[in-house]
């Protein structure tokens, strides 16, 4: 109804926030298909990033009624400008860190854990503070021993996971009291997990993978 007099712009406000999971879904390619169409903005209010991420050209990430960042949905991900937006929009390991080093790649002191390599960051010199985010799905798990290529690497222990289906989040324990989420696809068929509680592992990721965040 809200096309008929084709206006130029039409607001949503969580309009698919009562609907199953598997409706949901639907009507979100339904939305795209018919905006598409239609040719006119739609504005999306919702409260679900996953749905956000999914429909939207730009979004707006508010914070105390200012916007922190707007942006298109993967850049949004991965490159958050600011530490509540990594944290608001998706999940993603965040620990305290420290510029070392401030070369062609960052070294951060992350204290107890030690020191990870990151992107370097324009504007960043050494000494400066901030955090190190990194992503759940970016984290490697690998049994303890096996060899690992990438340059931030560290022994852990398997503190416990979540099976959701197609993919396994792990919570391992990392030296310093620190833990970190991987998130591993269950691509094997019928293999329902590849690590248990108590398995020590090696977790790494690429220096390009995490990032540093002075704000």
């Given amino acids: 109804r809200g096309l008929v007099n084709r206006p130029r712009l039409l607001l949503l406000d969580e309009p698919l926030g009562a609907l199953d999971a598997k409706l949901r879904e ?14 006119v903005t739609f504005v999306f209010v919702t409260h679900a990033q996953a749905e956000a991420l ?96 990438d340059s931030n690497s560290f022994e852990g222990t398997v503190n416990n996971f979540l099976y959701i289906g197609d993919v396994t989040t792990y919570i391992v324990d990392l030296p310093g009291g620190h833990k970190i989420e991987a998130l591993l696809p269950n691509s094997a068929p019928g293999r329902a997990k590849f690590f248990e509680i108590g398995d020590p592992v090696h977790v790494s990721w690429k220096a390009a993978a995490g990032a540093f965040l002075d704000r």
């Fill in 54 to 149: 999914a429909l939207s050209h730009r979004i707006a990430v508010m914070n105390l009624g200012a916007i922190e960042q707007l942006d298109e949905p993967d850049r949004l991900y991965g490159f958050p400008q600011s530490r509540f937006v990594a944290d608001f929009i998706g999940n993603v390991n965040m620990y305290d860190a420290v510029v070392a080093t401030a070369g062609p790649v960052l070294e951060l002191a992350l204290g107890s854990l030690g020191s990870v390599m990151a992107p370097r960051r324009n504007g960043v010199d050494a000494g400066a503070k901030g955090v190190f985010i990194i992503r759940p799905e970016q984290v490697m798990i690998r049994a303890r021993g096996e060899r690992s290529p």
């Fill in 26 to 39: 639907q009507l979100q390619i339904e939305l795209i298909r018919l905006q598409h169409d239609v040719g």
